[in-house]
């Protein structure tokens, strides 16, 4: 047998303690802690595997983002820094649900399938967040690399966005970068400092934050980075690790909530910047001097930073195409901003990264972002030579542009890059978050959970806008957003939760509201909803 110890190992130490189906999702496999013990040993496993047939070595994050403290998660990271190839989700799927006596024969079907010398060398990059459960999960993942024959480069405790950056690194013999912690702060703090170097201030731009790092390992990060980049912006950290991950602060509390952070002193006029628990999500909140408060989302940043790439582009001369990519939840007014008002081409994915990331890569420059926050920047090799070649050749745009490069970290969204590119664009244009938010005004939305018995039911096309099955249920929507000028909706299967979302726009937000329960209502109905209808109905009363 080719992979002797693999099923003792997992009676003795991981046996499968799930019975119910679980499925490799947008964010890997994510649960309550206490239920992961023996995923990790099995991602472990993969991850080996994958390794072996990609020649490359392979990523394993612990991690459950911006879920509560109890939860955890795991996702692989492939060669170039990518989520998992999807052939390879399926077989994550299948080995984690496999029992533990048939570990060994499953294994040994992927490898046949794939084609695997399994006999090759392997290494796995193992890195965690800050929560209590990880370094136990950790130690699974490491058994499973261990007894599938692999080799473990363990980096502790780091962010998403990190080991991304570390695995795309060592793959590629360091020609993005160097394949360390001090290689990555170097890279993104050099170009951000040499960016400003005229000076901090500029017009109403004040080089100062607050920052809310959630309590998780994005304040680590931003330790580590106010070494690097000194007086070239002033902050004042939060949530270091002092309160509960996540709770009543962090990236997607301050976007589902709309709410100045907890744990942040509130201070008008100055930027508050919130990161998620493993760091690859961002939200800027301001209060203005009229004490109104201001949330600046992964769509407002998208725009911003798309449209001063633009400017930049077509400063520099060079004929390379720029895109933008959102999905169905990004806000209507900014579609229709960067479209009609700056003339930027925008595309629709569907939810979760990888497919923001695939179609950015039609583009020479492809600018993706979640309206949560989670989003970068990808550049064609073409396009990085081109810039480069003319900044070598004193293009002050390109120069520019070949400096922005370095401050974002392309392979996957990255809270702290995304923030000192976001302030880069800021001082280059000499604005305050006022004048940000000033481009263009957000429409009134509105987001609904819905329980269903069965969310499979609900399947969608076009970028999740249009809903196919049940069969029905779409002319419903259609029927009730026609009762609004101006309304938008649309429903679709979470891939992360076990729940039915449900997203609506209109002119105000007491009739976005009105939609947003009419459809969710029409969801029960259609797609065997299993929750309380009144209390969907008087969800906003
Ligand atoms: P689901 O649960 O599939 O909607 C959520 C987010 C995604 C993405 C993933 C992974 C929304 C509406 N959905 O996915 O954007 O971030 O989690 O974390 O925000
Ligand atoms: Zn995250």
């Known amino acids: ?75 692989l990271v492939d060669p170039a820094g990518e989520m998992l190839a999807a052939a390879w989700e399926v077989h994550a799927t299948t080995l984690v649900n496999a029992p533990d006596d048939s570990l060994d024969v499953v294994l040994q079907e992927i490898a046949n399938k794939a084609g695997i010398d399994v006999g090759k060398k392997a290494m ?29 480069w363990d980096l502790g405790i780091i962010t998403t966005p990190v080991i991304h950056y ?55 990060a931003m330790e580590e980075f106010v070494g690097h980049i000194g007086k070239a912006l002033n902050t004042t950290r939060y949530n270091k690790g002092d309160g509960i991950l996540n709770h009543m602060c962090g990236a997607d509390f301050v976007k589902t909530q709309q709410r100045w952070p907890g744990g942040v002193p509130e201070q008008a006029g100055i930027r ?10 961002i939200m800027y909140s301001f209060i203005d001097a009229s004490g109104k408060y201001l949330m600046l989302d992964g769509d407002k940043i998208a ?14 001369g060079l004929k390379l195409k720029l895109g933008l990519v959102q999905t169905a939840y990004a806000n209507g007014a900014s579609t229709e901003y960067i479209q009609k008002k700056l003339g930027v081409p925008v595309s629709c994915a569907k939810t979760g990264v990888k497919h923001l990331h695939h179609e950015a890569q039609q583009y020479d420059i492809g600018v993706y972002f979640e309206a949560n926050g989670h989003g970068t920047v990808m550049f064609s090799q073409a396009a990085k030579d081109a810039i480069r070649a003319a900044a070598q050749a004193k293009n002050s745009s390109a120069e520019k542009l070949s400096g922005v490069m370095d401050i974002i970290n392309e392979t996957v969204g990255d809270a702290i890059s995304d923030m000192l590119f976001v302030e880069t664009v800021l001082h280059a244009r000499g604005w305050s978050a006022a004048d940000w938010n000033n481009a263009y005004t957000d429409l009134p939305n509105r987001q609904m959970k819905v329980t269903v018995a069965d969310r499979s039911v609900i399947t969608t096309t076009d970028a999740e806008r249009v809903c196919v099955t049940p069969v029905g249920l779409q002319d419903t929507i259609n029927k009730l957003v026609s009762g609004f000028s101006k309304g938008r909706a649309f429903v679709r299967a979470s891939g992360t939760e076990d729940i039915v979302r449900v997203y609506a726009e209109a002119p105000t937000q007491e009739e976005t509201d009105k939609l947003a329960v009419q459809v969710a209502c029409a969801v029960h109905d259609q797609a065997g909803g299993t929750g309380d209808r009144n209390a969907i109905l008087s969800s906003f009363a």
């Not at 725009?303 to 520099?316: C, F, H, K, M, N």
């Open 1 to 75: 047998m080719t992979f002797p110890k693999v099923v003792t190992v997992a009676k003795e130490q991981y046996p499968k303690s799930v019975k119910k189906e679980i499925k490799y999702g947008t964010a890997g496999f994510r649960s309550n802690a206490a239920e992961l013990d023996f995923v990790l040993y099995r991602m472990g496993l993969l991850a080996t595997l994958r390794s072996q047939d990609t020649g490359a070595a392979i990523g394993v994050m612990i991690t459950a983002s911006h879920n509560p403290v109890a939860d955890n998660g795991v996702k």
């Open 124 to 152: 796995v990059i193992v890195g965690r967040d800050t929560r209590p459960s990880s370094e136990h999960l950790r130690n699974a993942a490491v058994t499973g690399v261990e007894t599938a024959g692999g080799q473990v």
């Open 166 to 220: 570390i695995v795309t690194c060592h793959n590629d013999g360091g020609k993005y970068g160097e394949p360390t912690m001090e290689g990555y702060y170097q890279k993104i703090s050099k170009a951000f400092v040499k960016l400003r170097a005229d000076g901090a201030s500029n017009g109403k731009y004040e080089p100062e934050i607050l920052f809310d790092g959630a309590n998780g390992v994005g304040a680590l």
């Open 272 to 281: 508050c910047v919130s990161v998620d628990g493993d760091a690859d999500r």
């Open 303 to 316: 725009t911003l930073v798309a449209g001063y790439l633009q400017e930049l582009l077509s400063a520099s």
